[in-house]
């Protein structure tokens, strides 16, 4: 398997049994840990065509290129705006911020500014642990009662190192960082489902 990958766009090789040739995937969810989650579909589609059920393969290419329209799954390393980049990901447990890691190794950027809110029931300690110590935090939480309040958060991300502002909402955060970051910046927008679906389009 080969990968490539665009701000909107992961575009797949992956070889197929017993053939020297390749077929390409385009991809609408962007982050590299696609790549993993590619492989399931397309074994997953493979036993159901071997069941009988009828899956041309125009049929999955074309929904693979489109899963954020069909699904609406939206926030897996996905770019809503650009210089400087955003990018929404709902990482909020040990296995998923590891990916997140993974993706930040691969990508260019000139500082790193990270957006954090999370619920009170997940494991915030092992996450914050985590997280670089060279980023600039923007401290804040989703409006619901799980969210674990953005005080706490900043106080928990200080004893980790990690520096920032305190803010009571997430695109007020994100309004800030905007306002301090430079056009080759980053900003990461993680640590919860309902804070990534509280970010109205920039």
């Known amino acids: 398997m080969d990968w490539r990958q665009s701000e909107y766009e992961l575009i797949v090789s992956v070889a197929e049994n017993n053939k020297a040739d390749h077929r390409n995937y385009h991809l609408d969810l962007t982050g590299q840990y696609q ?5 399931t579909v397309l074994e997953s589609c ?8 009828d899956l041309p393969d125009t ?15 939206h926030g897996r390393w996905e770019t809503i705006h650009q210089h400087p980049r955003v990018v929404l990901d709902v990482a909020h447990n040990e296995s998923g911020m590891q990916e997140l890691l993974n993706q930040l190794e691969i990508t260019t950027y000139h500082r790193l500014h990270i957006i954090l809110g999370m619920v009170k029931d997940k494991d915030v300690d092992t996450v914050i642990a985590m997280l670089p110590i060279n980023a600039s935090y923007y401290f804040t939480n989703a ?9 706490i958060l900043s106080e928990k991300g200080a004893q980790r190192g990690l520096t920032g502002h305190v803010f009571n909402d997430v695109n007020e955060a994100l309004t800030e960082a905007k306002a301090h970051a430079h056009p080759d910046d980053l900003i990461l927008i993680c640590g919860s489902v309902f804070l990534v679906g509280e970010v109205v389009a920039h």
């Open 35 to 39: 790549t993993k989650n590619l492989l």
């Open 46 to 53: 493979h036993q159901l065509k071997a069941k009988g059920i």
């Open 59 to 73: 049929s999955i290419e074309q929904g693979l290129r489109q899963v954020k329209k069909l699904t609406g799954l």
């Open 143 to 151: 409006n619901i009662p799980r969210a674990l309040p953005a005080g």
